[in-house]
């Protein structure tokens, strides 16, 4: 079976661009989490969904993030206008039943 | 807001030497993960203890649950370059967000 899929793998942009990262979760799958992960903050939750609906959102850093689940098999993160500190790596991750969480490759992003 | 702290940062030994790496919190989780990660790729789920005092074994590593769910080691005997990644040690789950420690960066040279 295929795993969590992110894409794009890596994303390099200008400061101020729109920046779209998507995920296509393991089927069958009701919870999804997006994460960053940088040297400095290590792991962070942003937000998670539980079949579709956003549950917890307090880890998104400000108004220019923003996830959307429009089913149970897409999620994408959009960052708007995007910045230099936004520069990291954005994990995916779904779970069935709240239970072991699987996650994507990542997107490795950089904002310049 | 709960934190794990995790140590060492770095560790950099030769193949076949024993490890332990630490990860400590002052808050109490229902349950405490290890991930690992390789460059390029996602965490990895290891194993997941539950109960006080719980220790799992999984060929070479041991993982050890404090008594008091606070604090948790991963010990890896005569270890090996396959064993070279990223630690993670990460609290809560199920219910609960998992909340993760920086991560211990394990270097195993042949």
């Known amino acids: 079976d295929a795993g969590v899929i992110q894409s794009p793998r890596h994303e390099v942009t200008e400061m101020g661009q729109e920046v779209t990262l998507r995920c296509k979760p393991i089927s069958g799958h009701d919870y999804l989490f997006w994460y960053r992960q940088t040297m400095m903050r290590g792991l962070e939750l942003l937000i998670y969904?539980?079949?579709?609906?956003?549950?917890?959102d307090s880890g998104m850093p400000e108004d220019r993030f923003s996830a959307k689940m429009p089913n149970a098999s897409f999620s994408t993160l959009k960052i708007q206008p995007s910045e230099p500190r936004d520069s990291a790596v954005y994990f995916c991750a779904s779970s069935s039943l709240g239970e072991t969480q699987y996650f994507g490759p990542g997107t490795r992003l950089l904002v310049l | 807001t709960q934190l794990l702290e995790q140590s060492p940062q770095f560790l950099s030994i030769q193949e076949g030497e024993n490890l332990t790496v630490y990860c400590n919190s002052s808050?109490?989780?229902?349950?405490l993960q290890w991930y690992r990660q390789e460059p390029g790729e996602g965490p990895v789920l290891l194993v997941t203890?539950?109960?006080?005092?719980e220790v799992k074994k999984l060929k070479r590593l041991t993982f050890q649950f404090g008594d008091a769910r606070k604090d948790s080691s991963l010990h890896i005997t005569a270890a090996q370059p396959g064993d070279t990644g990223l630690y993670l040690c990460?609290?809560?789950?199920?219910?609960?967000?998992?909340?993760f420690g920086k991560g211990t960066k394990l270097t195993v040279n042949p």
């Open positions: 203890v539950v109960t006080g005092g």
């Open positions: 990460a609290g809560g789950g199920g219910s609960e967000k998992l909340v």
């Open positions: 969904f539980n079949n579709n609906v956003p549950i917890d």
């Open positions: 808050s109490v989780f229902s349950s």
